[in-house]
């Protein structure tokens, strides 16, 4: 019996040996950080480059027709993108399909009509100001699909840096002001923790086949969180 007690108790100290650095280690840092706040960065600035998809939906009797149909016509639609100066890596497809066109009627079977014909293409539009003038070529040339028009950024990495500097500079001021609060010194960073970046939404416009309105690009604003601990100076 005495033998049994001993074992146990010495399983018990080895269980707690190993968990105990298992634990430490996992809370060093929380309790390193004697003071915990949340900073805050922003960077609002204009986008400077856009992207619009347009296309062309032609309807014919045949595939055939339908699709050389709307081959003239997209070859129009891409000499115009590129006499306005857009370069032709900038210029991609990114949808095209051939499908049967169908009539129904009240208690009859869909009735084969023809056939339909659509070719998308996505524009990267690097000159801001152009894109007005873009849409307006692209209407001329007889686009019959144009919107879903995105302003975008070409360097975020760098838009959202200066955001984290901004953040780091937002929690220690708090920070600071906590430790004067508290009659303390402020001591060295332990711990930062970046949460959910906030990057702006692109902007969905669409457009019918008429003469383009003009485009206002406005100004992003990207926002990073982050979670800074410090520990207190002794």
């Known amino acids: 019996m005495v033998r049994t007690i001993f074992a146990c108790a010495i399983s018990a100290l080895v269980a707690a040996a190993l968990v105990a650095p298992a634990e430490a280690q996992q809370t060093q840092s929380e309790r390193q950080a004697n003071i915990v706040v949340a ?36 070859t129009a639609v891409i000499a115009a993108l590129v006499d306005g100066g857009i370069a032709k890596k900038d210029i ?6 051939v499908q049967p066109a169908y009539t129904t009627q009240s208690n009859t079977e ?38 879903n028009l995105a302003f975008l950024h070409s360097d975020t990495s760098k838009l959202l840096d200066q ?5 780091v500079a937002d929690a ?9 609060a508290a009659g303390v010194t402020l001591g060295r960073v332990v711990l ?8 702006p939404f692109a902007k969905a416009v669409r457009y019918a086949a008429v ?17 800074v601990g410090f520990d207190i100076a002794h």
């Open 39 to 74: 900073g805050e960065g922003t960077v609002s600035v204009a986008p400077d480059l856009a992207e619009i998809t347009a296309g062309v939906t032609t309807k014919a009797k045949t595939a055939k027709e339908a699709a050389d149909a709307n081959s003239k016509l997209m």
């Open 92 to 97: 991609q497809t990114s949808q095209f399909s």
């Open 110 to 147: 869909p009735k084969l009509t023809g056939f339909s014909a659509s070719n998308q293409v996505t524009v990267t539009i690097r000159q801001i100001d152009k894109v007005s003038d873009i849409a307006d070529r692209l209407v001329s040339a007889g686009a019959t699909n144009i919107g």
């Open 163 to 167: 955001a984290r500097e901004s953040a």
């Open 172 to 180: 220690r001021r708090k920070a600071e002001l906590y430790a004067r």
């Open 192 to 199: 930062i923790n970046e949460n959910a970046t906030y990057l």
């Open 211 to 227: 003469a383009a309105p003009p485009i206002a690009t406005g100004e992003d604003t990207l926002r990073v969180d982050i979670t």
